[in-house]
């Protein structure tokens, strides 16, 4: 979700014992393309949790600093129907590297099903992100799909296995905030 347009990562508190084997057992395949300007990551993982507590994690928008370490801030501006327009500062990190973001989105929801986040305001040349989810048996699969154009030659040049490195992270963020709600804890 956000971290890649910025990049990802760890906040969570496990809740009990049994929330750390489906995550250590969860593997979060990313596939990385860098062609000229455009940054595009693929990301699908499997989340043993029902549809409706993930989307209520991937739109925690308020929240979202709570369990996503690199999010400083995050606001919801206006909502419409089902359309909802959220701001969002924080800092990437990439070794001695790091840099700061900030991004207005506008995020069409089709609930349990899918978001659709389009940047209208930032530092990114342009960013947009397709994330779907389905029903597969007892879990819930998480595809994305992000296509972004960095302002700054610092992405393009940080090559694939950090981009990846860092969107694992994220994902992994999100499915410990999830498996911490699902145990019990808000």
Same mark, same amino acid.
């Given at each position: 979700?956000?971290?890649?347009? %910025? $990049?990802?990562?760890?906040?969570? %508190? $496990?809740?009990?014992?049994?929330?750390?084997?489906?995550?250590?057992?969860?593997?979060?395949?990313?596939?990385?393309?860098?062609?000229?300007?455009?940054?595009?990551?693929?990301?699908?993982?499997?989340?043993?949790?029902?549809?409706?507590?993930?989307?209520?994690?991937?739109?925690?928008?308020?929240?979202?600093?709570?369990?996503?370490?690199?999010?400083?801030?995050?606001?919801?501006?206006?909502?419409?129907?089902?359309?909802?327009?959220?701001?969002?500062?924080?800092?990437?990190?990439?070794?001695?590297?790091?840099?700061?973001?900030?991004?207005?989105?506008?995020?069409?929801?089709?609930?349990?099903?899918?978001?659709?986040?389009?940047?209208?305001?930032?530092?990114?040349?342009?960013?947009?992100?397709?994330?779907?989810?389905?029903?597969?048996?007892?879990?819930?699969?998480?595809?994305?799909?992000?296509?972004?154009?960095?302002?700054?030659?610092?992405?393009?040049?940080?090559?694939?296995?950090?981009?990846?490195?860092?969107?694992?992270?994220?994902?992994?963020?999100?499915?410990?905030?999830?498996?911490?709600?699902?145990?019990?804890?808000?």
């Amino acid at each position: 979700m956000s971290r890649f347009a %910025a $990049a990802l990562l760890l906040a969570f %508190a $496990a809740a009990g014992a049994w929330a750390a084997a489906p995550e250590a057992e969860t593997a979060i395949a990313v596939r990385v393309d860098i062609a000229e300007d455009v940054i595009r990551i693929d990301a699908e993982l499997t989340i043993p949790a029902s549809a409706r507590e993930v989307w209520d994690v991937l739109t925690d928008f308020e929240h979202i600093p709570r369990f996503i370490s690199n999010v400083k801030s995050s606001k919801v501006l206006a909502r419409n129907g089902n359309v909802v327009r959220v701001a969002q500062t924080g800092k990437a990190g990439f070794g001695p590297f790091s840099f700061e973001f900030k991004s207005t989105r506008e995020v069409t929801l089709t609930p349990f099903e899918k978001l659709e986040s389009r940047m209208t305001e930032g530092n990114m040349k342009r960013f947009r992100s397709t994330t779907e989810l389905e029903t597969v048996g007892n879990a819930t699969r998480l595809t994305l799909h992000s296509e972004s154009v960095p302002e700054t030659l610092l992405l393009l040049n940080l090559g694939r296995s950090v981009i990846e490195s860092e969107t694992q992270e994220h994902y992994r963020e999100i499915l410990r905030e999830v498996l911490r709600r699902k145990g019990g804890g808000k």
